[in-house]
């Protein structure tokens, strides 16, 4: 069995729908559909979560909610006449709007959840309806019901391990196609609560793990994985097959094709993902696996991200010092600042950390307890940091791989300010000013990929 | 003013004594002399040191002490016949000797910091004796007198921050030349307690910085610091400048002139410290500075030591898990094991520690904890590692110097396990398996010194 996930261009119209219907007719095994709300039609659009949002605040602030309801209801009346529905789905649907609004405002977080998830709830029930009319026995499946438990506010939001029983026992064995709505489940108290942004890849991700699926199929609008960014990068080479952890360590910039704790579940169940597009479902999209045969090429993909910055700590005979390393991230932590990489001298210490968690405040405190508490010789941040990262399972036993990756760098004048590499091998950071990050990435582009394309 | 300390070899035989003499009496300025206890006069010697530990031994096991009093008295007498000395010194150093094989042997390790003590003690008196009979008017001072007070038993024996002040009222405007020994200073309450091995080079610096000298020159029997190993690398390059931060990170192996600690006082004053050759002191040396001009070599040296392991621990998410890292070697510390880099990625880290830091009970320990505290999916230790160290202030500022590292480990054949490079850009450290060390130091030695030499 596959669990197919549509994302919201997928389902942003009825000419959409009608691809995601043959799609689903294609092969049989396709028998668990999570649907997104109606995404954007055309690059000015708006996504109908978007129009929830605006529904949800003009009824919370007590503006007249008409005009928004309206321009939410107008797309499933446009999709629906595309699609040659009755109307009468249209009613259920704004049914369903009214009975949220007329919910208790006193939770504003919660009534906002509930308004926002309609759009995934009844975008199902509208697909479902639809694959009935075109002869696909189908079944709406309202994650209440299903048993799609998560877990309280104020905490974020996560599926409880009771949840994947519940929807295998729920789903499994399914003569009909199963509609499932992303993006939401339900408290055990019966509260709807969304998952973050992006939320529908989870609940495709859990269901996949929960009734122990051959494939979790991710549909989008991209052929496949691209193994650098394509804004930076011309053309680059697309990825067929890549594992987990080569897609967590390509996860910086160019790469945001999930939202990574969306693979959790499937990751844990080893179940393999396929990234496809629904505008062209022959191709062959790209894999992700757990794990993977080394082919020609070591290196799997490039990526980059700017906006980091660095903290610089000496002392002399710090490495004598044990605990120093410890005490200092324990001061990083209690300023919530999660880092990416702490290279080290023997007497010096840097942590490479992400530059919105830091304020002007946060700084002068950080400096001032190393300082004080550490008794640091000297502490200082820099900005303005890009980090490279340069990732492949065939990496491990690729000799000179650094070599070639350094001396592509070296090629665009650019300084490396740092270089990091673990000893699992599947990837080689490397920390660069950030007006320098485009060059270095065509660089690497050319000496990684560029030859053995053209060869 | 200058402290000049003169090291075991250079005070190991009358010969070597005289050459003290003469550089003392070559510079005015040289009105501090910090000695060791006479040490090996040929490979196959024994230090007058493990004299006096087998002789401490004899005493606390009840045994007979003659012998070993006879073969430390004579090394001194000898010495003294070869100065030409009245063998008057010889009975106050076998009077002084007996006296402290007297005193309470219920605390051992004082006891035989007491014994040990004499040596650089004996050795004191006999050099000043002698520097007055060929007429450089001198003096013998005693540390307790002299006022470097320590701390107390059981801490790691350190000077108190008024032993500075002590010694500076004592020892400044000495018409004199001051002989002070090396190696011991006394608690507030008059106990002698020894510094680690190597302490006379502590004593010197501790002097330095009390008279605020303007350089502290450390006698041994080397011209200078080697930029790499001569035992791995044929003829290298001497070094003549060095800064403080360049000697600490090539501390390891080749480069074990100083114990780090030594250093510590002088560093903090900012005192040059010039490292000499009792037996050709008119060679320059290697001067160690706080900072230096960076010539057209970018490194300064390279360093290589062997024994490290590192443990591997991997997680999908960590890097979303604040703390994680910080947890890990919260661990580590709970089991006393200090590491020397953290290489990460994403979802993996890496610690690197010296081996000797492990055993089997520790390892099960730690992999225990980290798999059932920290969750981790995979956690297990590898060995046989050693790290190569490339080390200069003109790192900073040289593009290309990463590259031409790893090209030439490459050319090796040799796989790099493991780099790091901070932010400081003073060191670049490379993890590699031991068995590939040499050749490597060879090849970079090729790389970053061979060329410039020949050119």
Chains 1, 2 share one sequence.
Do not use: W
């Amino acid at each position: 069995m596959i669990v197919s996930k549509f994302g919201g261009t997928s389902v942003a119209s009825a000419e959409q729908i009608k691809k995601v219907a043959s799609i689903i007719k294609a092969d049989s095994k396709r028998k668990y559909v999570v649907v997104s709300a109606p995404g954007k039609r055309f690059e000015q659009d708006l996504k109908v979560t978007d129009l929830l949002i605006n529904l949800a605040y003009a009824a919370l602030n007590g503006e007249n909610t008409e005009q928004c309801l309206h321009a939410v209801i107008d797309r499933y009346k446009e999709i629906a006449l595309g699609l040659n529905l009755e109307l009468l789905i249209c009613d259920v649907i704004e049914k369903d709007l009214q009975s949220r609004l007329s919910m208790d405002h006193s939770n504003k977080e919660l009534f906002v959840d509930s308004i926002k998830a309609s759009g995934e709830d009844n975008n199902a029930k509208l697909i479902s309806t639809y694959f009935t009319s075109i002869g696909i026995p189908a079944r709406y499946m309202c994650p209440k019901s299903a048993g799609l438990v998560i877990n309280d506010f104020p905490e974020r939001a996560i599926a409880l391990p009771e949840a994947y029983e519940n929807l295998q026992n729920n789903l499994q064995n399914t003569a009909e196609v199963i509609v499932f709505p992303g993006f939401f489940g339900y408290t055990k108290d019966g509260l709807l609560r969304t998952f973050e942004r992006g939320g529908s890849d989870i609940t495709g991700s859990i269901l996949a793990a929960s009734v122990k699926a051959e494939l979790y199929e991710n549909f989008t609008d991209v052929d496949s994985v691209f193994c650098a960014n394509p804004k930076v990068v011309n053309c680059p080479v697309e990825i067929e097959e890549i594992t987990y952890r080569e897609m967590r360590e390509l996860s910086y910039a160019g790469f945001s094709v999930f939202h990574d704790e969306a693979l959790m579940p499937v990751y844990k169940a080893k179940i393999p993902v396929c990234i496809k597009n629904t505008n062209n479902p022959s191709a062959p999209g790209t894999k992700i696996v757990s794990s993977r045969k080394v082919n020609r090429r070591p290196i799997t993909g490039i990526s980059a991200d700017s906006g980091f910055s660095i903290l610089y700590v000496s002392k002399y005979l710090m490495n004598r010092e044990i605990g120093f390393g410890r005490k200092l991230l324990q001061i990083l932590e209690e300023e919530h600042i999660s880092y990416e990489h702490t290279p080290s001298g023997l007497d010096d210490i840097s942590v490479i950390f992400r530059s919105h968690q830091l304020t002007p405040e946060k700084e002068n405190r950080i400096i001032k307890r190393v300082t004080e508490e550490l008794h640091a010789e000297d502490a200082h941040f820099r900005h303005e940091f890009s980090m490279i990262v340069i990732v492949g399972e065939g990496m491990n036993n690729s000799t000179g791989l650094a070599a070639r990756a350094a001396t592509a760098i070296a090629r665009t004048g650019a300084n490396i300010e740092m270089i990091n590499q673990g000893s699992s091998e599947v990837s080689l950071s490397f920390g660069v000013h950030q007006s320098n990050e485009n060059k270095i990435l065509q660089e690497l582009y050319q000496e990684f990929f560029a030859s053995v394309t053209i060869g």
